[in-house]
């Protein structure tokens, strides 16, 4: 674009984004703490899903100093169900650096948010635009469609290539003095109009400028990138029932995927096992502890973003145990079944809970 025809482009979108942009909590102050805590949940999730997550959250934990001082159960309890669980567990490290070096106010300095746990480029981008209103540009899913069809680029957008390009024009179009409602203008134009499918062009506040509106090559801009496909995961789950009639629930490794929720012990099953067999052989050695399999509960599928996973779930009566350690030691608990809903769950788990509550009601 030439010097006049992005200062017209500038003008007609911020324009645009004054009338039409969608009311948004984080929006009405723009405080620091809020626009970090809803650019951290928007990761890889639509802004309708977000919003309850957003209420929820900010009516529990108030001040990054709440954050910092609230147990990670809680943390995870306020997550459950947006996944990508470890943005919830780095929000906390984050807050307890946040308390620990800057007196409790999120830094301004770029070098310093690129410096707390996750918070990459494009987070660290967001919150010094939005937040503090600094010229930083930021590039996600949206503004990656909106300006590859603004400029007709067909190329792959996750070459290295491509990324420097679409990173440059993204800081060079950033008016003077207005990076944050510029920024959010270009996200909320590929939120709301200039869709992955079927985007709404004949709304849209820049048509003129488009390049692949000319070209007639939206379909084929951005161009698409090939996922692998999704890995396929079989597994065993035991629903254990004590003599009081209570649950055993195990929490997972604080690191690595789901780290941190609780479950439902289970085991992962190689291609024709006897099920019920590995089921009791799986959990002797994780638990420590002698069931019996009594009969199938259910057949769950879940897709997780990087696998699926079929789980084949039993209800199963405790025996005995194998060793003189605590549950505790295990990181397990006894729980009723009335009380599982204080314990953060993964999807598919959370899906068993619901099927035995709705038998015990039946
Ligand atoms: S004209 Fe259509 S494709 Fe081009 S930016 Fe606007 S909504 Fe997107």
């Not at 679409?166 to 920024?183: D, H, K, L, S, T």
């Not at 000319?214 to 999704?230: G, S």
């Not at 009791?280 to 599928?301: A, C, E, F, W």
């Not at 003189?324 to 079944?337: G, N």
């Amino acid at each position: 674009m030439t010097p006049t025809e992005l200062s017209l482009f500038q003008i007609q979108l911020l324009e645009w984004f004054t009338q039409q942009q969608r009311p948004l909590p984080w929006r009405q102050h723009y405080e620091p703490y809020a626009v970090w805590i809803s650019e951290i949940m928007l990761q890889q999730t639509q802004v309708a899903t977000v919003l309850p997550y957003f209420d929820r959250w900010m009516e529990m934990l108030p001040s990054i100093q709440a954050v910092a001082e609230t147990s990670e159960d809680t943390i995870l309890k306020l997550w459950e169900g947006l996944g990508y669980y470890t943005r919830a567990r780095n929000i906390q490290k984050a807050a307890i650096m946040i308390c620990e070096k800057h007196g409790g106010q999120i830094p301004q300095d770029f070098s310093e948010l690129l410096a707390l746990p996750g918070i990459g480029r494009y987070t660290a981008g967001a919150i010094a635009s939005i937040a503090f209103n600094q010229e930083r540009p930021i590039v996600d899913g949206n503004i990656v469609r909106v300006l590859c069809r603004l400029m007709d680029w067909r190329d792959n957008p996750r070459s290295a290539e491509m990324q420097k390009k679409i990173w440059n024009a993204a800081e060079a179009w950033i008016p003077e003095g207005n990076a944050r409602f510029f920024n959010q203008a270009l996200m909320e134009l590929g939120a709301t109009l200039c869709s992955t499918q079927a985007p709404l062009c004949l709304l849209c506040p820049v048509p003129s400028f488009c390049k692949a509106l000319k070209a007639n090559t939206i379909d084929a801009v951005p161009a698409k990138t090939k996922r692998p496909p999704a890995k396929q995961r079989i597994t065993a789950l035991a629903v254990i029932q004590n003599e009081e009639g209570e649950l055993l629930i195990a929490k997972r490794p604080a690191e690595g995927l789901m780290g941190g929720l609780w479950e439902f012990p289970n085991i992962n099953l190689d291609k024709d096992t006897d099920i019920e067999q590995a089921l009791k052989q799986g959990i002797r050695q994780q638990q420590d502890i002698l069931i019996t399999v009594d009969q199938p509960l259910s057949i769950i599928k879940h897709a997780y973003t990087s696998f699926k996973v079929t789980l084949h779930c039993f209800l199963c009566t405790y025996q005995r145990s194998e060793s003189d350690s605590t549950r505790e030691e295990h990181s397990a608990q006894w729980v009723p079944l009335e009380n599982l809903k204080q314990f953060s769950f993964p999807a598919a788990h959370g899906k068993i809970i619901q099927i035995l509550s709705q038998e015990r009601m039946a």
